[in-house]
């Protein structure tokens, strides 16, 4: 069990860092967290390579690393198999995903998780995307000891919780799109995305306001205006936090119907920077009884005091989800196997393609 671990949220906007170490067996303490963004002319590895030199005060040499992806960089089936053993699924599950699948199943990675009754919820990722993530985070932090999807990541500590048996839907609001895990009976049983997001909700209230996107983002951020100002003058980011309300229910109303979901949602989760905006979060709350996440409150997280008054929960959540994914033992889906495994004391990838060559030879 690594002692220090970066978590790394790759979004498709910005990569956050989420720094922690281990200290006993329950508490972690965030020692630094970091944001780069990922704007014209910056691609992953220019970002992770910026993301090691902020770091690199912090801790000079190599660390262990869990990576969150986009969920939607994945593919996702549920498959139906009458037996539930581990060593069966993986033999079966090659065949069952072949004509399901728009790509060769042995030109991607799968993982999966188990649904509430039977049934599996599958994942798959091009190899190519996960090879290129291994190699750039290990050649400038530190070798990977895992890779997981960001919203499943985020809803691990949702599902373990006993008073969430029932039906619920975590919403991480990025910049761009908003990603839904949807679980019941503490299990993830869908995972989906909708075109809505931080930047959409300001590049309306800019419009509304008229003023710049800078100053609509502080705006947003802050809540700075009251209801008054906001029914009179923000027309028209109430119409799309109210249409994206309507899509939320009209999908929940939809996996109702097919039987993915056997009961309605009795709350939902809200984390990502969107949900920083009251009145989205008033809208969902005429829909869905509505949460906030903060991952710092299950006991034993501590946020060192010189990092503390800068650290925004929402936008720092998941990297810090993948930290904890780390150092806690729920499971979770994992792409980091097959010829991917991480194997403790044999480097990184690179240096493990170099000993199965050798062998090879």
Not at 45 to 51: D, T
Not at 82 to 102: G, M, N
Not at 143 to 167: E, F, H, S
Not at 209 to 238: D, M, Q, V, Y
Request: aromatic letters at 8%.
């Amino acid at each position: 069990m690594p002692e220090m671990v970066l978590g790394l949220d790759i979004g498709s906007e910005s990569i956050k860092g989420v720094l922690a170490r281990r200290r006993g067996r329950a508490d972690v303490r965030v020692i630094a967290a970091e944001t780069v963004n990922l704007t014209e002319g910056v691609d992953l590895e220019a970002a992770v390579k910026k993301m090691a030199a902020l770091l690199k005060p912090v801790v000079p040499s190599g660390m262990e690393c869990v990576v969150c992806i986009p969920p939607s960089d994945v593919m996702y089936r549920q498959v139906q198999l009458p037996f539930r053993d581990e060593s069966k699924i993986k033999k079966a599950l090659p065949f069952e995903l072949e004509p399901q699948l728009p790509v060769p199943v042995d030109e991607v990675v799968v993982s999966y998780v188990h649904l509430p009754e039977n049934g599996l919820l599958v994942a798959a990722i091009g190899k190519e995307r996960i090879r290129s993530i291994i190699g750039v985070v290990e050649t400038h932090l530190g070798n990977v000891l895992l890779i997981d999807i960001a919203t499943a990541a985020l809803a691990l500590p949702l599902l373990g919780d006993k008073q969430g048996a029932g039906t619920g839907i975590l919403l991480d609001i990025g910049a761009s799109s908003t990603f839904a895990v949807f679980y019941e009976q503490n299990a993830i049983v869908q995972i989906r995305s909708f075109v809505f997001g931080g930047n959409t909700i300001t590049s309306a209230l800019a419009q509304d306001l008229s003023c710049e996107n800078i100053e609509a983002e502080r705006i947003k951020i802050n809540s700075i205006f009251g209801e008054k100002s906001w029914e009179k003058h923000s027309t028209r980011a109430k119409a799309f936090c109210r249409q994206f309300c309507i899509s939320l229910k009209s999908t929940v109303e939809f996996m109702l119907l097919n039987k993915t979901l056997h009961s309605a949602p009795g709350r939902i989760t809200l984390t990502g920077g969107g949900s920083l905006f009251k009145p989205l979060r008033d809208e969902l709350k005429k829909v869905f009884p509505v949460e906030i996440v903060d991952y710092r409150q299950p006991g034993g997280l501590e946020i060192d005091r010189k990092i503390r008054a800068a650290y925004q929960s929402p936008i720092m959540n998941t990297a810090l989800a993948a930290v904890k994914r780390a150092f806690g033992k729920a499971k979770s889906f994992n792409f980091r196997q097959g010829e991917f495994e991480y194997r403790h004391g044999f480097g990184t990838l690179r240096k493990q393609f170099k000993r199965w060559a050798i062998a090879a030879a």
